[in-house]
């Protein structure tokens, strides 16, 4: 055995104390939602067509969209592909920016203008739609007509062949208006064909097109919200990171359909599954209505750089204010009568680094924040807000976040640690150690340095980004799992000690705790291992160390224990136990990707008030038990 076996695999001994009164938050326990890569398009988005907007430049010559395909053989299709799109009476633009937007955006889309010339089908279809059995969707078109036009939509296999169903719409208006069918299906088919077209002569623009499956939550896809329940997110953060830096939260006031896409200044590399682009569908309404759902406290991050600090106060008001404010009557007008009490606000994201624009310094972010902070507590005093910047740093802690204090309390910390690359079979175990030992060597470190940066306990830790990270939409392993539980175990000890308050996994679907397949989600061995620690919330805390945390509530005493070894059983002694009510193990021979836990209930018996686990290599275990009664 190697001294790190050894390390890892030492006995350990778990005495409760039950005079502590230390508790758990909730707030460790956080994820982030942020619009980059495959967390939202083909991941909680519910949406099932691509490119339903009709952004960047025609997919060919005859001006067929991206992603769509030509319907008939004597069509002309206008399709403006150029950065300042003007309107013009057969071409106009249906998408609009909100009216007070300063950002510039790339290849915004347009409607889609087409002119039938025949009396023969004419339209747009695309392929290669994911349909479920017996699944009821819901189809929506905005159309402009300029005469009397029926528009046949028809759901089927890829070839058209086989009509699943259609429905006929009928537009007669010269404005946009949009339209809702169902269309059903009795034949799961992962390659099925959406045709919409018109046979009359004439002209009509299509604005947008959506197809969604009925049961869709806020335009989310349920399967994915129910696992982040099942995961036990109690904070989630939106939207962004990176991603907060292009986004303007009044673009969220129009309809779905109306919002413009953007392309992200880092194009395909954060969006590789839409064509460089975010379609905005996700606005302040449907994440607030998604945190309640899963019991989760918002956490949303302004943007500090292209919006004013007028405009991110009104943020705040419409989600806090009342009927006597202007933004709060807004929100009232479209339907949320209720303040949704927003508490937790991130002042921008990573500045510093340079991934927002602005004055990127610690003295220049200090005073411009601060700015910005006093403008949103006017409006609402009870916030609490997170600065940011590229902490741990000496620098900035003295001349930003002690300059913040008054207004910002909390500071943001973030870290990513490697993924393996596992190439070589006989690096396989320091590989994983690698991973493994900088929850210590790295994390825990720059919790300690911070912590002494600061140097004021009034100013608190924010962990609000933290993951295993080497590529985008990387495949999650057991490896993963064994490190996100162990980061959780550390979050929970140093919670106290060093002042973390708050902290948010990054993030929550396709980059860690939630796979999302065409047909089905499923938590990933890290979000698994959510969905164990979470055990822990609201409990006292009776013992805590890297690898064993006990807590205690309403007189149930749950241990989590690791063994972080790569290939050698690690022995726990718990002590004073009462019965074991439950026990589950987490186990796999490997820690490779693809590899994922299997679970399985133990069996275990407490002697003389003492219970002795074996648990085997690179596994977790979830165990509970009633609280013996202390004699005095």
């Not at 969220?252 to 569908?281: C, I, K, V, W």
């Not at 009776?542 to 006990?550: L, P, S, T």
């Not at 149930?556 to 726990?572: A, G, H, M, Q």
Request: proline share 4%; with cysteine.
């Amino acid at each position: 055995m190697t001294e790190k076996e050894k390390m890892y695999c030492e006995t350990v001994k778990i005495v409760p104390d039950f005079t502590r009164d230390d508790m758990v938050s909730p707030l460790l326990f956080g994820n982030n939602l942020e619009h980059t890569r495959s967390c939202v398009n083909k991941g909680i988005s519910a949406q099932m067509l691509r490119n339903r907007k009709f952004v960047g430049k025609p997919a060919c010559y005859d001006g067929t969209p991206e992603e769509w395909f030509l319907i008939g053989n004597h069509v002309n299709i206008l399709f403006n592909e150029s950065e300042d799109v003007i309107g013009t009476h057969i071409n106009e633009v249906y998408t609009r920016h909100a009216d007070s937007y300063h950002m510039k955006r790339r290849h915004e889309c347009n409607a889609v203008t087409i002119t039938n010339y025949r009396r023969e089908a004419a339209g747009i279809g695309q392929k290669d739609i994911p349909v479920q059995k017996d699944m009821e969707y819901e189809f929506r078109i905005v159309v402009k007509a300029w005469q009397m036009t029926k528009m046949r939509i028809v759901l089927s296999d890829r070839d058209g062949n086989v009509c699943y169903d259609e429905k006929e719409i009928v537009f007669d208006k010269k404005e946009y208006e949009a339209k809702t069918v169902f269309l059903h299906t009795a034949k799961k088919d992962e390659n099925a064909r959406l045709s919409i077209a018109f046979c009359e002569e004439g002209t009509v623009s299509i604005g947008a097109v959506s197809l969604m499956p009925g049961n869709h939550f806020h335009g989310m896809r349920p399967d994915v919200v129910n696992l982040l329940k099942e995961m036990g997110v109690r904070l989630l953060r939106w939207p962004g990171g990176n991603f907060a830096g292009e986004y303007n939260w009044k673009d969220g006031l129009l309809p779905a359909d109306m919002r413009a896409p953007f392309e992200s200044h880092l194009g395909l590399e954060t969006q590789p599954h839409s064509l460089g682009y975010d379609f905005n569908e996700i606005n302040t309404d449907d994440f607030v209505a998604l945190c309640k759902e899963i019991g989760a406290e918002p956490f949303i991050t302004i943007n500090p750089t292209w919006n004013t600090e007028e405009e991110c106060a009104q943020w705040v008001e419409y989600c806090n204010g009342d009927a006597d404010t202007e933004y709060g009557r807004i929100r009232i007008e479209r339907g949320y009568k209720e303040p949704y009490n927003v508490k937790y606000w991130s002042l921008g994201n990573e500045f510093g680094y340079g991934h927002m624009e602005g004055d990127n310094t610690a003295a220049g972010y200090g005073k411009n924040g601060k700015r910005y902070g006093k403008k949103m507590l006017e409006v609402s005093p009870d916030l609490v807000l997170c600065s940011s910047g590229p902490y741990p740093n000496r620098e900035w802690a003295e001349q930003s976040a002690r300059q913040l204090m008054e207004v910002a309390p909390m500071v943001a910390l973030h870290s990513y640690v490697a993924q393996p690359f596992f190439m070589e079979k006989e690096q396989y175990e320091e590989d994983y150690y690698e991973c493994i030992d900088k929850v210590d060597t790295q994390c825990r470190k720059l919790v300690h340095q911070m912590r002494e940066e600061l140097g004021d306990d009034r100013l608190r830790i924010s962990f609000d980004e933290w993951n295993v990270w080497y590529a985008w939409y990387r495949v999650k392993s057991v490896n993963d799992g064994i490190f996100t539980a162990s980061m959780l175990h550390m979050l929970i000890e140093e919670a106290g000690p060093s002042g973390i308050d708050m902290a948010c996994h990054f993030e929550a679907v396709n980059e860690g705790a939630i796979r999302v397949e065409w047909d089905h989600a499923f938590l990933t061995p890290s979000g698994k291992m959510f969905s164990v620690m979470k055990n822990h919330i609201g409990g006292k805390i009776r013992f805590a160390a890297k690898d064993a945390i006990m807590t205690e509530k309403d007189g149930i005493c749950t241990v989590t224990l690791i063994n972080r070894s790569y290939s050698d059983d690690k022995k726990f002694v718990l002590m004073q136990c009462g019965a074991p009510v439950a026990a589950t193990l987490f186990f796999s021979e490997d820690v490779l990707p693809y590899s994922d836990f299997e679970v399985t209930d133990v069996k275990l018996n407490a002697i003389n008030d003492t219970i002795n686990v074996q648990l085997p290599k690179h596994s977790v275990m979830l165990l509970q038990f009633n609280r013996i009664k202390q004699v005095p």
